[in-house]
């Protein structure tokens, strides 16, 4: 019987190993990277990783925020 | 609640105090909460608590989720501790929280300031946005607040008259001292006592001075029953001496005064309960305040702060003065809690019926329970029918 494994993927395992941390300043730069390598055409998925970014960049108040706020506010995903 | 009051309400000579059914009942201590504890200002936490801004704390005060919050600005505010999207529980433990308060369950996001500035999703994946949703009357519900003498009063129905209205007599009875710095000791100068017995019990014993040569008898030699008298007031009652004497260290090291007090504070210093659950104390170089967090009918935490006039006496060159005088009010505070335990089991006694006062020295007792029949009769002791 054959096993079907998926895809080895770091930043999968990073943003997860993250959650466990509760490391939210980590989170939200490894949900921006995770934006950052999708397609442009992908706007649901993009926005739906900028917003979890921006959320954990709100919560850890890093300086990241600001700018994750900008590019969702251009998005018409925030206001 | 099937008790008449207007036996406690009469001159303390014909009076009776609270029946049982005050210390015994949670009907009653429910109905307490409501028309006392929740219905004017009451003291919640100490401000020194919160020493940074961003520091954070959640407080369950009689089963109402708070959240005490230093800001960046240094403001001190209390919010319920709710989020407005599906109720959950916002902050479960004392933290620091620097830009955004994120509930844990959906994320929804609202400034220290309580404005809710984020809710992700809540249009779908990745829209932020709702037109059902106006983030500007959705802010966290900002409770009431005053802060005093570093204490953070609440008025959680929100319907009170000002702080200040409502501790005129205790501002004014205390004036030399208003405004003056308090400035906590250290870590030995916090400390509680968990106590079996009904918050009011810790009131009614603190208020008077009749105790003092049987609990406490080494006060007796220098604090002697004549040189004490009754304080009453309308927000207030307690009692006071003519013969504090300070502390003396080595090298006859003593804690600096508070400035430019009168003579009557050179060997003076007052006690006093303010209504409903603040218990303070003033001398020349030192204060303390005891907040009664009610838990149950029959249980009650005493938090206690000692504070000093000068921010030198929390340095380590007083430390052992800071000691022996924390080690001192320790000792002095536990040696009552064998009476107020007492008195809890007592009032299970089904044909105890309130008890009578002592005309001469339990006057500040029977003003204390006046007010509470008072705000339990009617609520009218902040002027509101």
Known sequence: MATQTAEPDPLNDAILAAHAASDKAALATLYRKAADRLEPADEDQLCFLLTQAYIFALDAGTAEAENLHRRLVSLGRER | MPDDLSPV??????????????????????AERDRILFDGWTALTFASDLQ??????????????????????????????????????????????????????HSWCYRLTGELVATPHVGGPGHNTHPAIDRNTLGLIEIRSHIWRDIVFVDIHGQAAPFEDHAAATIARWKEFEGQTLH???????FSFDVACNWKLAVENYCESYHLPWVHPGLNSYSRLEDHYNITARDHSGQGTQVYRQ????????????????????????????YPNLLLGVHRDQAF?????????DRTIEHVALYYADAEVGTPAYET??????????TVFAEDVFVVEGMQRGRHGIHFDGGRFSPVMDAPTHAFHAWVAGRMHDGDADGRA
């Open chain 2, 9 to 30: 309400l009469k001159p303390v000579a014909e009076a009776q105090g609270l029946p049982n059914a005050h210390y015994t009942s949670d009907e009653t201590f429910a």
């Open chain 2, 52 to 105: 940074k801004p961003s520091d954070a704390r959640p407080i369950d005060f009689l089963g109402m989720p708070l959240l005490v919050l230093r800001d960046q600005s240094d403001t001190i505010r209390v919010f319920q501790n709710t989020c407005r999207h599906r109720g959950m529980i916002l902050v479960s433990e004392p933290r620091r929280i620097e830009c955004a308060i994120r509930c844990p369950y």
């Open chain 2, 184 to 190: 906590p000791g250290g870590p030995e100068s916090r």
């Open chain 2, 247 to 274: 502390l003396i260290g080595d090298g006859g090291q003593r804690f600096p005064d508070f400035a430019d007090l009168s003579d009557k504070w050179s060997e003076g210093a007052e006690y006093i309960a303010l």
């Open chain 2, 289 to 297: 305040a005891i907040i009664l967090e009610p838990r149950a009918k």
């Open chain 2, 321 to 330: 003065l800071r000691t022996r005088n924390a080690e001192m009010w320790h």
